[in-house]
């Protein structure tokens, strides 16, 4: 089992707009567990050291992204993958590299499937989802809020 391998630490840029982290997933299946555990500690520090919200459901949603993501890349994509975790204003976002030029495509709602449901859950609490070719492989972008609408409001899917 192999940790993550730390490509850059938490940083504020230049105009104190994002804080991240980067992490190179290689190994076994055991990464994706590591890449929920780097999530949920990247938020506890968003927290902690900065000061800014960060609801409980969004760690929630935060850990099940990531692994779904994770999970896909490691599934379809030969080598490593490259986890980028952001904060961008009120949201949280999960940016995943992997190899594999293919988008994913969200299938029709279909309850009688047995499994191969993960980009449609991932889609379904995300505020944002996008999908792109890189010059190799693809990047997946998704976006969650951080803090909970005080009108009690379910953040839904919108264009990044």
Known sequence: MREPAPVGEDSVTPGGE???TTAALDGDGTVIAQARHLAADFLTRVQADHGLPVSQRAMDLTRLVVSELVTNARKYAPG???LDLRIAGDVVEIVVWDSDPVLPIARAADAGRVGQHGLEIVMAVCQGFEAQRE???KRITARIALAD???GAVFGRGPL
């Open 18 to 20: 994002a804080i991240q």
């Open 80 to 82: 490593p993958v490259l």
């Open 135 to 137: 010059p190799v492989g």
């Open 149 to 151: 609408d005080p009108g």
